[in-house]
């Protein structure tokens, strides 16, 4: 088996603040259910993308692997690089050579995952520390996880991750603060000190989507050539389908909080099966340059509802044009409509 990640149903709920009515008439709790059953596997080496409007899950669904979130609920299957996986004892090792990431973990093992599996934040802004210089921002992770024999050891590879990200002369950069560095800048920073710790999985929480449109590029490209040199696998969660269309090898598109249609990137936006994903990418606002998108006309409806009020049934109906009787009371199954394509939608059903 090759895949690097093995999602299994996972959930994630966030208890909603009840009110003093609530509490004294005894209402069961309500929960804001943001990851509500999602399931998808990322191979080793690719770029698997979670995509959707904003509040859908996107960024809870990332946050969850690399653990800043707890799972509410499911299994998620992550198999470490070799050298990581060596050091995890015997017991937190399932089908060999995964890990279930919803587990509870001792401390040891949960710093060895975090150093395998680590973050680029949307906010190049808010996830620097003001008051650090991009040196110790940098050498931080190295000091938490003790990486690097000694101080100079540390230097050395502090400098190297500035160099690779492009910041030269890195010891210039070094004792620069984050105010002093543009967005891009900054994001690179943010790139740099995810990779010190040489992890395997990068989790990309749309990285250029605060950026300005001029250094966009730049950046993708960026991550893209890391990817190839060190041999990463990266889920990248992006709103923005042309990004998804350039990078990714498979897509998952979702909608609130559930994964309604999956597969190869170029099967999904040329031709896009469910009628959110088919909606979404006629919402695409210009087509590449390649013309990798049919534009399309489709109705869609209404806001997207609350994640702490999810319709029953299937929960876009009240946005579908297509929307039948059964829609509204159960929801869909996901079917196979092609080798690696899966569709969650009545529409799909033999019945
Ligand atoms: N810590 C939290 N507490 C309560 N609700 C949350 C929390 N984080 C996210 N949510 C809610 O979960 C849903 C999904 O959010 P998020 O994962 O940030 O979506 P996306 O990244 O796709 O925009 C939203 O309704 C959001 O308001
Ligand atoms: S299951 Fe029904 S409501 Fe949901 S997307 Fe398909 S047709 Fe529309
Ligand atoms: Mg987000």
């Not at 520390?129 to 110790?136: A, H, K, L, T, V």
């Not at 940098?138 to 996880?145: A, F, G, S, T, V």
């Not at 994964?259 to 099966?273: C, R």
Request: contains cysteine; proline residues 9%; charged residues 30%.
């Amino acid at each position: 088996m090759s895949s690097k990640l093995i999602m299994e149903k996972v959930f994630k709920y966030f208890p909603l603040r009840r009110s003093l009515v609530e509490i004294l008439t005894f209402r069961p709790p309500r929960y804001v259910r943001a990851v509500d059953g999602v399931s998808f596997t990322v191979d080793e080496g690719e770029i698997f993308c979670l995509a959707g409007e904003s509040g859908c899950g996107k960024t809870t669904t990332g946050r969850l692997i690399v653990r800043l979130l707890e799972f509410t609920g499911g299994r998620a299957l992550y198999r470490p690089r070799k050298e990581i996986l060596s050091e995890i004892p015997p017991q937190y090792i399932v089908e060999k050579e995964y890990v279930d990431l919803t587990a509870k973990l001792p401390r040891q093992v949960d710093k060895l995952l975090r150093r395998d599996v680590q973050i680029v934040f949307q906010d190049p802004y808010g996830s620097l520390n003001p008051r650090m210089r991009i040196y110790d921002i940098l050498k931080e992770p190295l000091d938490i996880h003790g990486v690097g024999a000694s101080e100079d050891e540390k230097r050395e590879k502090v400098f190297k991750a500035l160099e690779e990200v492009k910041l030269t002369p890195p010891e210039e950069f070094a004792e620069r603060y984050p105010h002093m560095l543009s967005g891009g800048q900054r994001q690179r920073i943010g790139i740099a000190r995810a990779l010190i710790l040489e992890p395997s999985l990068v989790v990309a929480d749309e990285p250029v989507s605060m950026l300005d449109v001029s250094v966009r590029a730049e950046i993708l490209q960026l991550m893209m050539d890391l990817k190839a040199t060190r041999n990463l696998t990266y889920v990248f969660i992006t709103h923005d389908l042309a990004v998804a269309a350039y990078i990714c090898n498979r897509i998952g598109i979702m909608y609130l909080g559930t994964i309604v249609e999956k597969g190869p990137i170029d099967l999904i936006v040329n031709n896009p099966q469910h009628p959110y994903a088919k909606a979404l990418i006629a919402a695409v606002p210009e087509p590449d340059p390649r013309n990798r998108f049919k534009i399309r006309e489709v109705p869609i409806k209404g806001e997207i509802p609350s994640a702490a009020n999810i319709p029953p049934g299937c929960r876009f109906h009240p946005r579908c044009p297509y929307a039948m009787d059964i829609c509204k009371k159960e929801p869909p199954p996901e079917i196979e409509i092609e080798k690696g394509h899966t569709v969650s939608c009545w529409l799909y059903a033999k019945r």
